[in-house]
């Protein structure tokens, strides 16, 4: 088959050709691009000529340049999610949900009058509800916003204030799904670590030295590791960021209702750019797709603009705010954190004491197990052959540091033991 032809005079054109050759299937994802000498010789035109058309191209997200690979088309970055399902002959430990006997129940809706085209984008109650709960956490001059759970906030107010080729701090290991929304967004991921106080504050500074334009921050019960972020760390970070006004906080406390941790701001006081976003899935239920975001006034107007044709349903804004008003919710809530709390010190318990090594993150429904000298895919094998399913740890990070990551909402006494012993024998046969 005989090599598509890129055609063109200038950047521009040459930019459109390359789109119109992928746009008929003549060029595939992960096809290679000529080296840009190579284009500008056969086109005849100056080599930064060719080389502002493939800056164009990757700020479209058309194309990627990989290190020591040169530039190739890009394709769909696969967007890993929680909820895999685990063999049937296996202990399910990995699926990253919460326990289904845990969560409220659903009222019903009836007697509600029709909600139009015009009306607020705010549900009434939902709006009592988070100005009593919500804005005070955030600090005078927060306003809310309703999006499609924590995700969807997350990547609207990312593209509220970025583009392309922009880098942002990311938590390393961090979200699942951020990963790939952010890498489909085309933003650059600049690893943070993350340690049992949350995200290290020299990881935090080498980004903002490599120029981060944005930070995306888990303040308690991390996902995956159950990291918190304590009063020092928190101050720690607040500081490094008071001296980067321009770079946009965004705080992601998915777990806030179940945390046995306070929440510890990182954003500073008088900050210009900012979101507080806390979703209803862990403690109300995963189907629920609502996110509450209290942010600056005016990535509020940016959100309400993105969301002004995609507004939140009227309809499931009055079922969460009836479960989050319900007399009987905050006894549910409280008994749900204590069962997850009990359910995780079970797990960290028996691994202590059989000496496995794990991030001491004190909250959520999550463990997180470090390989240092043992292969991952040995590690999740060899449990699955003993009837335990894990996940593999490295899809949650950017550097693909081998872990496996134990979800313990529904782990109970005659699990854990049996669990942590089998995990200990596998590493040391694999050592």
Same mark, same amino acid.
């Given at each position: 088959?005989?090599?598509?032809?890129?055609?063109?005079?200038?950047?521009?054109?040459?930019?459109?050709?390359?789109?119109?050759?992928?746009?008929?299937?003549?060029?595939?994802?992960?096809?290679?691009?000529?080296?840009?000498?190579?284009?500008?010789?056969?086109?005849?035109?100056?080599?930064?000529?060719?080389?502002?058309?493939?800056?164009?191209?990757?700020?479209?997200?058309?194309?990627?340049?990989?290190?020591?690979?040169?530039?190739?088309?890009?394709?769909?970055?696969?967007?890993?999610?929680?909820?895999?399902?685990?063999?049937?002959?296996?202990?399910?430990?990995?699926?990253?949900?919460?326990?289904?006997?845990?969560?409220?129940?659903?009222?019903?809706?009836?007697?509600?009058?029709?909600?139009?085209?015009?009306?607020?984008?705010?549900?009434?109650?939902?709006?009592?509800?988070?100005?009593?709960?919500?804005?005070?956490?955030?600090?005078?001059?927060? &306003?809310?916003?309703?999006?499609?759970?924590?995700?969807?906030?997350?990547?609207?107010?990312?593209?509220?204030?970025? &583009?392309?080729?922009?880098?942002?701090?990311?938590?390393?290991?961090?979200?699942?799904?951020?990963?790939? &929304?952010?890498?489909?967004?085309?933003?650059?991921?600049?690893?943070?670590?993350?340690?049992?106080?949350?995200?290290? &504050?020299? $990881?935090?500074?080498?980004?903002?030295?490599?120029?981060?334009?944005?930070?995306?921050?888990?303040?308690?019960?991390?996902?995956?590791?159950?990291?918190?972020?304590?009063?020092?760390?928190?101050?720690?970070?607040?500081?490094?960021?008071?001296?980067?006004?321009?770079?946009?906080?965004?705080?992601?406390?998915?777990?806030?209702?179940?945390?046995?941790?306070?929440?510890?701001?990182?954003?500073?006081?008088?900050?210009?750019?900012?979101?507080?976003?806390?979703?209803?899935?862990?403690?109300?239920?995963?189907?629920?797709?609502?996110?509450?975001?209290?942010?600056?006034?005016?990535?509020?107007?940016?959100?309400?603009?993105?969301?002004?044709?995609?507004?939140?349903?009227?309809?499931?804004?009055?079922?969460?705010? $009836?479960?989050?008003?319900?007399?009987?919710?905050?006894?549910?809530?409280?008994?749900?954190?204590?069962?997850?709390?009990?359910?995780?010190?079970?797990?960290?318990?028996?691994?202590?004491?059989?000496?496995?090594?794990?991030?001491?993150?004190?909250?959520?429904?999550?463990?997180?197990?470090?390989?240092?000298?043992?292969?991952?895919?040995?590690?999740?094998?060899?449990?699955?052959?003993?009837?335990?399913?894990?996940?593999?740890?490295?899809?949650?990070?950017?550097?693909?540091?081998?872990?496996?990551?134990?979800?313990?909402?529904?782990?109970?006494?005659?699990?854990?033991?049996?669990?942590?012993?089998?995990?200990?024998?596998?590493?040391?046969?694999?050592?």
């Amino acid at each position: 088959m005989p090599e598509p032809t890129i055609s063109g005079d200038s950047a521009a054109a040459i930019a459109d050709s390359v789109r119109d050759l992928v746009a008929r299937g003549d060029l595939c994802a992960g096809d290679a691009l000529p080296p840009v000498r190579a284009l500008a010789a056969r086109l005849g035109v100056n080599r930064n000529t060719a080389g502002a058309a493939y800056t164009a191209l990757a700020a479209a997200g058309v194309v990627e340049t990989r290190r020591g690979g040169g530039t190739v088309v890009r394709g769909i970055v696969p967007v890993a999610a929680e909820g895999a399902r685990a063999p049937e002959d296996t202990v399910d430990l990995a699926d990253g949900n919460p326990d289904p006997a845990l969560l409220p129940p659903l009222p019903a809706l009836e007697g509600r009058a029709p909600v139009l085209y015009g009306a607020p984008g705010t549900d009434e109650e939902l709006g009592r509800w988070a100005g009593e709960h919500l804005l005070p956490d955030a600090g005078p001059g927060g &306003t809310l916003v309703i999006t499609h759970g924590a995700v969807d906030a997350v990547e609207r107010v990312l593209g509220a204030h970025l &583009t392309r080729g922009d880098p942002i701090a990311v938590e390393d290991p961090g979200f699942l799904s951020g990963i790939g &929304t952010f890498r489909n967004n085309g933003y650059r991921c600049l690893p943070v670590p993350v340690d049992a106080h949350g995200m290290t &504050t020299d $990881g935090l500074r080498a980004a903002l030295e490599a120029g981060a334009r944005a930070v995306v921050c888990t303040p308690r019960a991390h996902n995956p590791t159950g990291a918190s972020l304590s009063a020092r760390r928190a101050r720690e970070l607040r500081a490094l960021l008071s001296a980067h006004p321009e770079v946009l906080v965004i705080e992601d406390d998915h777990f806030s209702a179940l945390a046995r941790t306070p929440y510890r701001r990182i954003t500073p006081a008088g900050a210009p750019r900012w979101a507080l976003v806390r979703s209803v899935s862990k403690f109300l239920g995963p189907d629920l797709r609502l996110a509450m975001v209290v942010c600056d006034p005016d990535t509020a107007a940016r959100l309400r603009a993105r969301l002004a044709a995609a507004r939140v349903s009227h309809l499931l804004q009055r079922l969460v705010a $009836g479960m989050l008003t319900s007399p009987a919710t905050p006894a549910l809530l409280e008994r749900a954190s204590d069962v997850y709390a009990y359910r995780r010190g079970l797990l960290t318990g028996e691994l202590d004491a059989r000496g496995v090594p794990w991030l001491r993150g004190p909250d959520g429904v999550n463990v997180w197990v470090p390989l240092a000298d043992v292969p991952e895919a040995a590690a999740v094998a060899g449990l699955a052959g003993l009837g335990w399913s894990v996940r593999p740890g490295s899809p949650f990070t950017l550097t693909h540091r081998p872990a496996v990551r134990i979800t313990t909402a529904v782990i109970g006494p005659e699990h854990a033991g049996s669990f942590a012993a089998d995990l200990a024998a596998v590493l040391a046969r694999n050592t």
